[in-house]
Structures are given as C-alpha cells and as structure tokens.
C-alpha cells in the first residue's frame, strides 16, 4: 500500500517562504509521478506541481511558476515543494500525491489521475 506524508506547513508572512515535504514509502517502483495540490475553503482542489523522479521532469500550474520549486530526494524517497515568495491566495491545505500507473511519465495536474493521496499540510499566509 502507497502512503506518503507531507510535513513543513506552517504560517508565514506575504513574500517568505516555505518548504513542504512528501515522503512516498509502499511503492513498487522509484520511477513514479507525485504532484502536490492544494485547497482552499470553499474551492476545488488544484494542482500545484509534479514531478516525474524516474527523469526529473517537472510541470507547474501557472500560479506556481517563477515561486515554486518541486524537487526529489530518490534517496530518501522524499519530494519537496520550495514556495518563495508566497501570496495570502497561496493559502490552503497542501497535498501530495502519487500516480499508480508507474509506467507512465506523462504526469500532469489533474487530480483524477492521482490514485493515492497524503493527509494534508496547512499553508497560511497573512500578515
């Protein structure tokens, strides 16, 4: 069973910044798709950022570019989402997640096509 567990929310000040952390453990292959998303109270959930860890292939919401950073630890099977620069709209809860189908490197952001999800880690931003 794929678990992961996202750690490194916490409140920050507009223009600081953060780094949350997802470590994947259960799974079949090293060469997977992990994404984070976030939601927002009273909104759907988004994607963030993905990366594929088999090749080091990244894709970015636009909201995410030019702040955000996602990057992989294969060692330590642990994904992390750099934010610099973070808005109040950056607030909500953060989510990593994981694609079943290893195989495919094609990540994407669109949440129906991650299979397993972590429990969340709340971003707040506010002065």
């Known amino acids: 069973q794929v678990q992961l567990a996202e750690s490194g929310g916490d409140s920050v000040q507009p223009g600081g910044s953060l780094r949350l952390s997802c470590v994947v453990s259960?799974?079949?292959?090293?060469?997977?798709?992990i994404g984070w998303f976030r939601q927002a109270p009273g909104q759907e959930r988004e994607g963030v950022a993905a990366?594929?860890?088999?090749?080091?292939?990244?894709w970015y919401a636009d909201s995410a570019k030019g702040r955000f950073t996602i990057s992989q630890d294969n060692a330590d099977n642990t994904v992390y989402l750099q934010m610099n620069s973070v808005k109040p709209e950056d607030t909500a809860m953060y989510y990593c997640?994981?694609?079943?189908?290893?195989?495919?490197?094609?990540?994407?952001?669109?949440?129906?096509?991650?299979?397993?999800w972590g429990q969340g880690t709340q971003v707040t931003v506010s002065s």
């Open positions: 259960g799974a079949n292959s090293n060469n997977k798709c």
């Open positions: 990366v594929y860890t088999g090749g080091s292939t990244t």
């Open positions: 997640a994981a694609r079943g189908d290893w195989w495919y490197k094609n990540c994407g952001l669109r949440e129906s096509d991650y299979n397993y």
